[in-house]
């Protein structure tokens, strides 16, 4: 049996294999953040082609922390019938399914002000964020427990935090973009600060499987690596976060030689440095390179992202090439021909 088709189990979750479809934005919500016809049809599409586990895309626990202003939203109760629809649709069909609680700092485009931890903005056309109080940090920490007690009751099986890609958890991880004297900069233990009290708050109200996604490598002199990101994960470990999804790049404009693969050893370093399982993401569109990177122990889970929106049964192609016998939506026996 390919490993890629075996079970994974984290705090009683089994997927029924490891592949995940990474969060990727959809940008087609109205303004209000509410779940459309398209996520209806979009994320159980993926479910019925045979994928493990489905997060859905960043979803701002706050308004003003929007990528876009087409992003999911979880910062209303309002937003959880949609959310609940989109997860019964998934799990009718066999899958598992998560969601990335977000906020995207300095990197929001929505009108009004946005925050960062200091009052520098992305780049030379990006909007200068407003560096946040002490209070506001505590606002949205509390945003981010609010959005995983909506979570748990839309019947997610998996939280994700985003920590990565240059939004706003990540910008306090960086000393590229966190340049506090307080309580929240300097010292790596400070930085991380604002992320241990998002992970001890929204494990005080969830106690499913928690992962963080992060951005190992700032490709930029003074920034972070993945050796330095092993500290940070054994903290998160302790505060038993169950897998970093470990991803890289896009705190600050940067040049990065992107090919299959390029990410893979940031999650092998992490996963052994820190003894945590791990998720391996970055142009990973090869079943044979998937079945790899979890065969050598380099990753726990294969995150795919655009494979999986040119080919929503890409777990059926990677079965065909691996020779591994998974079960066909009984629709669709007559049209899989499966390894017997």
């Not at 799990?91 to 700092?105: D, E, R, S």
Request: proline share 5%; aromatic share 8%.
């Amino acid at each position: 049996m390919a490993k890629l088709f075996e079970p994974f189990t984290l705090r009683g979750v089994t997927f029924n294999n490891r592949i995940v479809m990474a969060p990727m934005c959809m940008y087609s919500s109205n303004d209000d953040g509410k779940v459309q016809d398209w996520h209806k049809i979009h994320y159980p599409t993926r479910a019925i082609g045979g994928v493990g586990l489905i997060i859905v895309e960043a979803t701002g626990v706050q308004p003003e922390g929007r990528i876009s202003a087409r992003d999911l939203g979880i910062w209303d109760d309002n937003h959880i019938e949609g959310l609940s629809e989109v997860v019964r649709l998934v799990k009718a069909n066999g899958a598992k399914i998560g969601i990335q609680l977000a906020h995207a700092g300095r990197k929001a485009t929505v009108d009004g002000t946005i925050y960062a931890p200091s009052a520098i903005p992305f780049d030379a056309k990006s909007k200068t964020p407003t560096e946040m109080t002490i209070d506001d940090i505590k606002t949205t920490v509390q945003a981010f427990k609010d959005g995983a007690i909506r979570a748990k009751k839309a019947g997610f099986d998996v939280i994700e935090i985003h920590a990565a890609h240059g939004y706003l958890l990540n910008e306090f991880l960086s000393p590229l973009s966190n340049k506090r004297t307080d309580a929240y900069g300097g010292s790596a233990e400070n930085r991380y600060r604002i992320l241990r009290e998002v992970l001890d708050e929204v494990r005080a109200v969830w106690e499913g499987p928690l992962f963080v996604r992060i951005s190992a490598h700032d490709y930029t002199e003074g920034g972070m690596t993945a050796e330095d990101y092993v500290e940070m994960a054994e903290w998160m470990k302790e505060q038993t976060v169950d897998l970093i999804d470990v991803s890289s790049g896009a705190v600050v404009p940067a040049k990065i030689d992107a090919y299959p693969g390029y990410q893979v050893p940031f999650s092998e370093t992490i996963k052994q440095g820190a003894s945590i399982p791990t998720g391996a993401v970055g142009l990973i569109t090869s079943p044979l390179h998937a079945e790899e990177i979890v065969k050598n122990d380099r990753a726990d889970l294969v995150f795919l992202a655009r494979e999986l929106l040119r080919n929503p049964y890409w777990p059926y192609t990677a079965a065909v090439e691996l020779k591994a016998t998974i079960e066909a939506p009984v629709q669709y026996e007559r049209g899989w021909h499966l390894p017997r």
